[in-house]
C-alpha cells in the first residue's frame, strides 16, 4: 500500500541566541514610538525592516511607522536592549510604548506585533531640527495624548499629517502659543492628572466654539493668518489656533475645582465664577450669553453628587501648587489616555456637532439635533 503524504510540520522557534549589540547605534529622542525607533536603528545599520524584526522576536506583517506602531512583550524588550548594547531600564525611559504596561502579555518567546493602528495615542512628527541635532535625516514619529506636540525648543508646532508638504509649523511669530504651552505644563505639574483631565474637558468646550464659527474670537481667525498655508487647513491648524484661550479656560477651571474641593460650592460662589468666566469671554470679543452654554454645561457636571459639609481636612486642597484627586464625574484615568478620552465633555475638533445646548426651566440640557 503507498504510504500516506507526511503532514508538513510548523516549525515554531524555541530557543534564541543572545542578541548583540548592533554595530551602529542611534541616539533616543524622547517620547519616539518603539517602531519609529527601530526604524531608525535598522536603516543606520543598513538593515531592511524584514531582516531587523526577526532579530527582534516573531511578529506578523510590519507596517510604515508613520501610520502604527510596535508592541513588544518583556522577551522581545531583552532582545531589543540587545541590540542596542544597552538595558531594558534605559529603552523604557525615552520611549513610551515599551514600558511595562505597554507591554504584551504573551510568551515566554520574544513576540511583537504592529496592529493597523497605534492604540496607545497619536503618531506626531518629532521636530526635523530636534531630530537632525540627534544626527538623524529620517522621518522620525512620537507617540502622544494629543494630536499636537509643541517644541520649545525650536518653537514648533508639530502634528500627526503625513504629507511630505506638512512640515512642522514654526511659531516664532506667535509666542502666545509658546507661552500658553508652558502654562499648561505648569497646570499639569500642579495638580497631577487632575491638571490633564480639567484641559481636556476645556479643550473640548474650545473645541464646540470652534465648530460654530459665530462663537469663535476674532484672535483665532489672526492666528490662522500668520502661519502661512497651514492655515487654509482649518482642521489642521485648530488646536494650535485655539490653544491659548483653552488653557487659560483650564486655569478657570482650576480655580473653580479647588474651591469645590475646599467643601461645598455655594450657589454665590458658583455665580461669581461664571461671571468671572463671562468677562472674560466678552474680553475675546466672543457672544459671552451663547459662548457660555458648554461652560454651563461642564459646571453642572462637576458638581458634588453629595452637597453635605466634608469631614475631612481640606489641606490637601489648598495651595497653588497642592496636587488635586480627580473631579467628579471623572474616574481615574491611565497616565497616557488620550486627551478626547479624558474628557466628560463630548466635542471634537471638526466633528458635526450631534448635540447643541439649549435652556430649559432649572439650567441647560443637551437637546438633539437634526
Same mark, same amino acid.
Given at each position: 500500500? @503507498?504510504?500516506?503524504? /507526511?503532514?508538513?510540520?510548523?516549525?515554531? /522557534?524555541?530557543?534564541?541566541?543572545?542578541?548583540?549589540?548592533?554595530?551602529?547605534?542611534?541616539?533616543?529622542?524622547? *517620547?519616539?514610538?518603539?517602531?519609529?525607533?527601530?526604524?531608525?536603528?535598522?536603516?543606520?545599520?543598513?538593515l531592511q525592516p524584514e531582516e531587523f524584526w526577526p532579530l527582534v522576536g516573531d511578529g506578523n506583517q510590519i507596517f510604515d511607522p508613520r501610520y502604527s506602531e510596535a508592541y513588544l512583550n518583556a522577551a522581545a524588550l531583552d532582545r531589543l536592549a540587545g541590540l542596542t548594547?544597552?538595558?531594558?531600564?534605559?529603552?523604557?525611559?525615552?520611549?513610551?510604548?515599551? /514600558?511595562?504596561?505597554?507591554?504584551?502579555? &504573551?510568551?515566554?518567546?520574544?513576540?511583537?506585533?504592529?496592529? $493597523?493602528?497605534?492604540?496607545?495615542?497619536?503618531?506626531?512628527?518629532?521636530?526635523?531640527?530636534?531630530?537632525?541635532?540627534?544626527?538623524?535625516?529620517?522621518?522620525?514619529?512620537?507617540?502622544?495624548? &494629543?494630536? $499636537?506636540?509643541?517644541?520649545? /525648543?525650536?518653537?514648533?508646532?508639530?502634528?500627526?499629517?503625513?504629507?511630505?508638504?506638512?512640515?512642522?509649523?514654526?511659531?516664532? &511669530?506667535?509666542?502666545?502659543?509658546?507661552?500658553?504651552?508652558?502654562?499648561?505644563?505648569?497646570?499639569?505639574?500642579?495638580?497631577?492628572?487632575?491638571?490633564?483631565?480639567?484641559?481636556?474637558?476645556?479643550?473640548?468646550?474650545?473645541?464646540? $466654539?470652534?465648530?460654530? @464659527?459665530?462663537?469663535?474670537?476674532?484672535?483665532?481667525?489672526?492666528?490662522?493668518?500668520?502661519?502661512?498655508?497651514?492655515?487654509?487647513?482649518?482642521?489642521?491648524?485648530?488646536?494650535?489656533?485655539?490653544?491659548?484661550?483653552?488653557?487659560?479656560?483650564?486655569?478657570?477651571?482650576?480655580?473653580?475645582?479647588?474651591?469645590?474641593?475646599?467643601?461645598?460650592?455655594?450657589?454665590?460662589?458658583?455665580?461669581?465664577?461664571?461671571?468671572?468666566?463671562?468677562?472674560?469671554?466678552?474680553?475675546?470679543?466672543?457672544?459671552?450669553d451663547l459662548a457660555i452654554q458648554p461652560v454651563l454645561l461642564w459646571a453642572a457636571r462637576h458638581q458634588d453628587p453629595d452637597p453635605a459639609p466634608r469631614q475631612t481636612s481640606p489641606r490637601p486642597a489648598r495651595g497653588r501648587y497642592r496636587r488635586l484627586p480627580l473631579?467628579? @464625574?471623572?474616574?481615574?484615568?491611565?497616565?497616557?489616555?488620550?486627551?478626547?478620552?479624558?474628557?466628560?465633555?463630548?466635542?471634537?475638533? *471638526?466633528?458635526?456637532?450631534?448635540?447643541?445646548?439649549?435652556?430649559?426651566? *432649572?439650567? $441647560?440640557?443637551?437637546? *438633539?439635533?437634526?
Amino acid at each position: 500500500m @503507498p504510504k500516506a503524504p /507526511r503532514k508538513k510540520r510548523t516549525r515554531t /522557534r524555541t530557543s534564541w541566541r543572545p542578541a548583540r549589540a548592533l554595530p551602529r547605534q542611534v541616539r533616543f529622542i524622547a *517620547g519616539e514610538s518603539t517602531g519609529s525607533f527601530a526604524r531608525r536603528l535598522a536603516a543606520e545599520n543598513g538593515l531592511q525592516p524584514e531582516e531587523f524584526w526577526p532579530l527582534v522576536g516573531d511578529g506578523n506583517q510590519i507596517f510604515d511607522p508613520r501610520y502604527s506602531e510596535a508592541y513588544l512583550n518583556a522577551a522581545a524588550l531583552d532582545r531589543l536592549a540587545g541590540l542596542t548594547g544597552r538595558d531594558t531600564a534605559t529603552l523604557q525611559w525615552p520611549l513610551p510604548n515599551l /514600558r511595562p504596561h505597554r507591554l504584551l502579555d &504573551t510568551g515566554p518567546g520574544p513576540v511583537w506585533r504592529w496592529p $493597523w493602528d497605534a492604540t496607545s495615542g497619536y503618531l506626531v512628527r518629532a521636530c526635523e531640527l530636534c531630530a537632525h541635532t540627534k544626527g538623524t535625516a529620517e522621518n522620525a514619529y512620537l507617540i502622544s495624548p &494629543t494630536t $499636537w506636540q509643541v517644541c520649545t /525648543r525650536h518653537h514648533r508646532w508639530l502634528d500627526n499629517r503625513r504629507e511630505e508638504h506638512a512640515a512642522s509649523i514654526p511659531l516664532h &511669530t506667535l509666542p502666545d502659543i509658546i507661552h500658553a504651552h508652558q502654562r499648561q505644563l505648569t497646570l499639569q505639574r500642579r495638580l497631577g492628572e487632575s491638571g490633564r483631565v480639567l484641559f481636556a474637558d476645556a479643550y473640548a468646550i474650545a473645541a464646540y $466654539w470652534w465648530n460654530l @464659527p459665530a462663537l469663535s474670537p476674532p484672535a483665532w481667525r489672526k492666528r490662522q493668518n500668520h502661519i502661512g498655508p497651514a492655515g487654509a487647513d482649518d482642521v489642521r491648524c485648530a488646536p494650535l489656533v485655539l490653544y491659548p484661550e483653552a488653557v487659560h479656560l483650564a486655569e478657570a477651571m482650576a480655580a473653580r475645582e479647588r474651591r469645590r474641593l475646599r467643601g461645598p460650592l455655594t450657589p454665590t460662589q458658583a455665580g461669581l465664577w461664571l461671571h468671572h468666566v463671562a468677562g472674560f469671554l466678552e474680553d475675546w470679543r466672543m457672544p459671552a450669553d451663547l459662548a457660555i452654554q458648554p461652560v454651563l454645561l461642564w459646571a453642572a457636571r462637576h458638581q458634588d453628587p453629595d452637597p453635605a459639609p466634608r469631614q475631612t481636612s481640606p489641606r490637601p486642597a489648598r495651595g497653588r501648587y497642592r496636587r488635586l484627586p480627580l473631579p467628579h @464625574p471623572h474616574t481615574t484615568q491611565p497616565i497616557d489616555t488620550t486627551l478626547p478620552e479624558l474628557s466628560c465633555l463630548p466635542w471634537q475638533i *471638526g466633528e458635526l456637532l450631534r448635540s447643541s445646548l439649549s435652556p430649559a426651566p *432649572g439650567g $441647560w440640557t443637551l437637546t *438633539g439635533r437634526a
